[in-house]
């Protein structure tokens, strides 16, 4: 579906991303691990076209998108929510997430959007008339994915989503973004938590100073001696209570 080849960001001479070769498949969770530092925002960026990159490609179906502007590939179904949410704090809740609908002309199709989002985030609806900076952090990121899928991802794109969260919280938007790739979006997912990413993706790889140095299915990343102990604490891999299914 969606795939880097040989991807390369410079800035300023720095690297930030050396011959980053990536296979996303279709309707999949893929989750992205690292160190601060190690490129993993750039490389969304990069694939979303708000980073042109120095070398490489992007490609979506087998279609070279490198040159695609931003606007360009949200319209093929490219979404990013970023980090920090980065919404408008003075508009209601409803009104950030129309403007994740801003390409959307037809009224019945945003509708459709709307209803779906409403079933999802029953608290989004309730707060819609709420002035978004009044919101907690988790309200905050519900507001900020729900903005996201107004665009009608076939790939969404979750830069941090859980950051500054707590514990609870962790756990709904984990659950969140498995109700949403149930409905057929592929997820590409960054996480500090590399235990929660890795507990609710299909596959992952590991970024240090740019390049690939690890990948695979999740479950294996998870139990591999070298991952615990570069990014899950080391020992004892902490206990996600999961569902009889293998959800959060």
């Known amino acids: 579906m969606l795939e880097t080849a040989d991807l390369s960001v410079d800035y300023g001479g720095v690297h930030a991303l050396r011959n980053v070769s990536v296979d996303i498949p279709e309707t999949s969770v893929l989750a992205v691990i690292g160190a601060n530092g190690a490129g993993k925002s750039t490389l969304l960026k990069t694939i979303a076209g708000l980073v042109r990159q120095s070398r490489g490609s992007v490609r979506l179906d087998g279609e070279d998108i490198s040159r695609l502007r931003p606007h360009e590939r949200l319209d093929r179904g490219i979404v990013l929510c970023p980090e920090g949410r980065r919404l408008f704090p003075e508009l209601t809740v409803y009104e950030n997430i129309r403007m994740g609908a801003y390409r959307v002309r037809d009224r019945r199709r945003f509708r459709e959007r709307l209803d779906f989002l409403h079933e999802v985030f029953p608290r989004v609806e309730e707060r819609g008339k709420q002035i978004a900076s009044s919101l907690s952090g988790g309200e905050q990121q519900m507001v900020a994915i729900a903005r996201a899928l107004m665009s009608n991802p076939r790939i969404l794109m979750l830069d941090e989503p859980t950051l500054g969260l707590a514990p609870k919280l962790i756990l709904e ?22 235990k929660l990413a890795l ?13 690939v140095t690890l990948e695979g299915r999740s479950a294996d990343l998870l139990s591999s001696e070298s991952v615990q102990h570069a990014y899950l604490g080391g020992g004892n891999v902490e206990q996600i209570r999961l569902t009889g299914n293998g959800t959060v």
């Open 199 to 211: 507990k609710i993706s299909d596959y992952a790889f590991v970024l240090e100073t740019g390049s």
């Open 173 to 194: 938007v984990a659950r969140l973004v498995q109700t949403i790739n149930r409905e057929g979006i592929t997820i590409v997912i960054v996480e500090q938590n590399a």
